[in-house]
């Protein structure tokens, strides 16, 4: 499974996307089509890691064209990217969930 998202600290989750794959430059660049269409009333950065797709030239190209900022992270250093405690919580969330169906199936299949 693979999320791109944005986020800002005043507006909470701005987009979202999901996939069962990996995302490919030639799908972040349409996610950053809908962001910029999403607040195309504003100046907008994005936040990105070195990851290749965000590095990736038809990436770069498009946000010059959509007058996106791009500020890159340094090179990967967890405490220093704000997603990394989200991400966090939302993984320790998703096996308590997994761990709880896997009990009440089990509680099932003993009763």
């Known amino acids: 499974m693979a999320v791109v998202a944005a986020v800002s600290p005043a507006q909470g989750l701005i987009a979202f ?12 660049s349409n996610f950053l089509e809908k962001l910029a ?12 890691d070195n990851c290749s797709i965000h590095k990736a030239r038809v990436s770069k190209t498009l946000a010059q064209r959509l007058k996106i900022d791009l500020l890159w992270n340094v ?9 990394e405690f989200v991400w966090s919580i939302a993984k320790r969330r998703f096996r308590r969930m997994q761990l709880q169906r896997m009990l009440g199936t089990l ?5």
Do not use: C, Q
């Open 107 to 111: 509680a099932l299949t003993f009763e």
């Open 37 to 48: 269409d999403k607040v195309s009333h504003r100046p907008l950065t994005v936040l990105l």
């Open 75 to 83: 090179p990967y250093r967890p405490e220093l990217n704000g997603i």
């Open 17 to 28: 996307e999901m996939k069962e794959s990996s995302f490919k430059a030639i799908d972040f």
